[in-house]
């Protein structure tokens, strides 16, 4: 009786999903595709609902021939710099805010006047873009203040189908 890992990547374009023996062989691997909405020349949005109904349908066809018992690990990856806004139910309230997305140049052009590129990058990290999701956070703040007020937690993709779904995706599954 074999052992697996379940891996799923949670891209741009969709959800990659692979399993895995415990030997490091391929036993299977799909793809669920989802849509990027693009607006406004430079926005570009996803439901996070599609998300987790990419992990729900790539899990389902990659375990049909396994029991799901046998599945040590899963593990996700994904998609950074993103914007997930949820409420403290853990629903998403817009549709996230992807890191294609460049309409916070307001809001890093305000924090490059508080701050040096080179001071931002030494606290956070990264380098001073719209690309960002605290950027993103900002821009809602500033333009849908109803949702930036009901905002509990901003998370990128993985970590909102991890902190929202886990107790769903083990009872549906394991």
Not at 54 to 78: Q, R, Y
Request: charged share 20%; aromatic share 12%; proline share 3%.
């Amino acid at each position: 009786m074999g052992k697996y890992l379940l891996a799923h990547d949670l891209g741009t374009s969709g959800n990659k999903a692979t399993l895995f023996s415990t030997e490091g062989q391929l036993i299977a691997s799909c793809t669920y595709n989802y849509d990027v909405y693009y607006s406004n020349n430079n926005w570009a949005e996803q439901n996070p609902n599609d998300w987790w109904q990419a992990v729900i349908s790539t899990t389902k066809t990659l375990i049909k021939n396994i029991n799901p018992k046998d599945i040590l690990a899963v593990s996700f990856s994904g998609q950074m710099m993103g914007c997930v806004c949820v409420d403290k139910k853990q629903e998403p309230l817009r549709n996230a805010i992807i890191w294609a997305d460049m309409r916070a140049t307001k809001q890093t052009q305000q924090i490059a006047k508080q701050i040096s590129p080179q001071r931002f990058y030494e606290i956070t990290g990264h380098r001073l873009s719209p690309s960002y999701g605290g950027q993103k956070l900002m821009w809602i703040k500033d333009n849908e203040p109803h949702i930036y007020a009901k905002t509990y937690k901003m998370l990128n993709a993985k970590d909102f189908i991890i902190l929202n779904k886990k107790t769903a995706l083990k009872v549906q599954f394991f």
